[in-house]
Each structure stands twice: as C-alpha cells, then as structure tokens.
C-alpha cells in the first residue's frame, strides 16, 4: 500500500538547533507507518534551506514553492491558522492551493500513491478532495482542532462551509480529541467521525537520570523544576503559568520555570515577568534545542500545559506535548479545554486545572511539589497511562482498519 500525507507543517532538520521543530508529529506518524510496512510519501512546502527532495526514516519527503522564495509568509512561524489572520498574506492562499493541488498530483500519479492522507481538513484536507475526485483515490482526512474550533463561534462562514464540505468529502476522517471530533460534527453535520489520538514515540520519549550539566545550564541545579515551552501566542497560555508561579514561590521557595518558546508574545512576557518580580524564579530561554527536550523532560519534576481559549476562540488541539513528559515518567498539569478535554485520567500521571486560571493552577502546583509521594506516585504512572492509551503502534492500527 502506497500512502501519501499532504501537511502543511513538517520538520525542516536545519542546523539552527533553536528553532521550533515544526510538525514532528506527522513524521512520527509517518515513520511507524512505514515500519507497519507502508510505503509513504510526504508533500510540504520548503522551509529554509531544505531539500526539494529526500529520505528520512523511510519516508520520501517531497517539497515545493508556491510564492517567490524570499516572499513565502503564508506557512512560516506559527503556520497558516496565525498567519492567515494578516490580510497581506491573503494573496498568497490561491497560490498555495494551485501548486499543493499540482505538486501533489505529481506525486500520486508518478508514485502510485492509493491512500491520501491530508493533516488539518484545511487547506490540505480541502485540496485532498479535489485530489480523491480528480483521481479516484482514497482520502482520510486527519483533524486537529486548530483548523475547526474559531469557526464554531459563527465567525468566518466562508471558511465553516468549505471545512464541512471537506470533511462530508472525505473517505473517513479521524480528530485527534474527542473535542476535535465533536467540534468537526457540529461544524459539518457528519457523522461517524473517528477518534484516533496522535501516537507518542516511545523510544524517543523515555525515562532516564536528571541531566545535572543541563539544569546547571539553566540555573535549576537543586531546584523544584517546572517546565513548559510552545509558541508564545495566547491560546498556549504563558502569561497563566507566569501569574501562578509569583503565587507559588511564597509557599515553595526553591521553585524555578523554564518557560520555553518564541513568537508574538516574547516581550510582553518578559515585561510580565519583571512586573511580577520573577526573574529569580522564571527563565525564558528561547526555544530549547531539540537535542535537549527529552533530557529536559526526564529532569524536571513538573510539566504544564497550560492552553486557553484566545480572542479568536482558537484553543489547544491535543495534550500531546503533556503526553511527551509523562511518556518520559514525569507527571503533568493539564489545562481543561480543548483537545486536552478527556485526554488524561487524573491521578494517573496527570492532574487537570481550570483554564485562564492561574490561582487554581498555582494550587495545584503547590500541591504536587509540597506533597513529594503524590508527585512521585503520578511519575511513576504516567508512562504506563501513556503505553495503555497513546502508542503510535495503536493509533497506526486505528488509521491501516479505516482503509482496509
């Protein structure tokens, strides 16, 4: 079986080791496939400085431009859900679905693809389905959220009914939380949406001994670590975490927060951070080199992912970045919103707190790191809730039985 996965976000593997890694998720993804013995092939945009074409776990990764190189702004930093908020990059749009369509083309007719497998039901799951009338192909159409939950507020129709008409359109189609698929049914009126979790890369994310030259590296040698780094754009929440931790450090005064990322919001978190006399307390390093983030997780002693609901009603897909740490045994804290609804079972590696709410969330922090056997209890659970319910090898099982 030949699949191809049309994605508009995908690893680049530059040498700028602090630069987001964009899209992991859906080489994984990719990767265990071609290990259940698919042949996969991969459309994206290029990113700086990547090849037009090339091999990388087994998955044949196909690149194109769609606007003169120095001009691409449609699918750079945050991706399309942020960027296509600025009108100027508008005109980019029906370059990109013109050339995706093409590129695509190419690529299933010259490598004999039979499943297309389009990630976000838009733009790609869009132009998936004029690909599956086009050519006869199969299309199962994976959806995370971010593409879906700013339309359920009545805002942006023109978009509402082209995602309805993307998703009726599909083969099948599958959200990555159960929020996602109860948002996708009421935008498109379908039923029979599928629940399929992004996996979790077991091997990679594993548990092993506090790196102490990495938490000397960030000033949290002997320190209670807390932990959390995306985007710095509303719906992640930094400004929550930061507003809970000048609570916390008066009850646990060794507490320390790497709080990871870049973006938009960078220098008011900064400025935030000197408002509330944290800059003992709270590092903002940038973005962490991938090289890092799994001995990161397997040294701290907290996770949090602490997403919200932004102006543009926008909010978190998944937990999986939560699901990362508890896969490498460190416990977590989980907004309740979003795709992170139902997602954790608590008290199984994982505690929920309300969203927008950084006196609750301070609360629960403090709880974990007064109490060290509960903490301790809910590391010791959290790999084995993440085997039970979040392998990739299970979620690529779910994905082969709806095309067979």
């Not at 008409?165 to 929020?179: H, K, Q």
């Not at 006196?359 to 084995?384: F, G, P, T, V």
Request: with cysteine.
């Amino acid at each position: 079986m030949n699949w191809c996965i049309l994605t508009t976000s995908y690893p680049k593997w530059t040498e700028r080791e602090n630069e987001f890694v964009q899209g992991k998720f859906v080489h994984d993804m990719a990767k265990y496939l071609v290990r259940a013995g698919i042949e996969v092939h991969v459309v994206t945009q290029h990113g700086d400085g990547t090849p037009s074409r090339e091999i990388r776990d087994g998955v044949r990764i196909h690149r194109f431009h769609y606007f003169p190189r120095k001009w691409e702004r449609l699918t750079k930093g945050s991706g399309i859900p942020e960027n296509i908020r600025k009108v100027s990059n508008w005109i980019q749009v029906p370059f990109y679905f013109v050339r995706l369509f093409f590129f695509a083309a190419t690529v299933i007719r010259t490598d004999r693809i039979e499943i297309v497998n389009a990630h976000w039901a838009f733009p790609t799951g869009f132009i998936g389905v004029l690909l599956k009338r086009a050519m006869g192909r199969k299309l199962v159409t994976t959806m995370y959220g971010a593409e879906i939950f700013p339309v359920l507020d009545g805002k942006m129709r023109y978009l509402k009914r082209l995602l309805a008409f993307s998703i009726r359109s599909a083969d099948a189609a599958a959200g990555i939380s159960r929020s996602t698929v109860t948002a996708a049914q009421k935008v498109s009126g379908r039923k029979g949406l599928q629940f399929i979790p992004d996996g979790i890369d077991m091997v990679y994310y594993k548990p092993g001994a506090k790196n102490q030259a990495l938490l000397e590296k960030y000033g949290c040698r002997d320190r209670a670590v807390v932990y959390f780094s995306g985007r710095m754009v509303e719906r992640k929440g930094h400004r929550f975490l930061l507003d809970a931790i000048a609570e916390v450090k008066d009850k646990v005064p060794n507490v320390k927060l790497l709080l990871g990322g870049d973006g938009p919001l960078h220098d008011d978190l900064v400025m935030l951070r000197a408002k509330l006399g944290l800059e003992q307390y709270v590092v903002l390093p940038g973005f962490f080199p991938e090289s890092e983030i799994v001995p990161l997780l397997q040294s701290i002693d907290l996770y949090v992912l602490p997403s919200c609901i932004d102006k543009n009603g926008d909010t978190e897909g998944s937990a999986t970045a939560a699901f990362e740490a508890m896969s490498c045994g460190t416990p977590a804290l989980v907004s309740r919103v979003g795709g992170n609804i139902d997602s954790i079972v608590e008290g199984q590696g994982a505690l929920y707190f309300k969203p927008a709410d950084p006196r609750d969330l301070a609360h629960k922090i403090i709880h974990l790191l007064e109490d060290r056997s509960l903490l301790e209890k809910n590391a010791r659970m959290a790999r084995q809730f993440i085997a039970d319910n979040y392998s990739w090898e299970k979620t690529i099982d779910r994905y082969l039985d709806l095309v067979r």
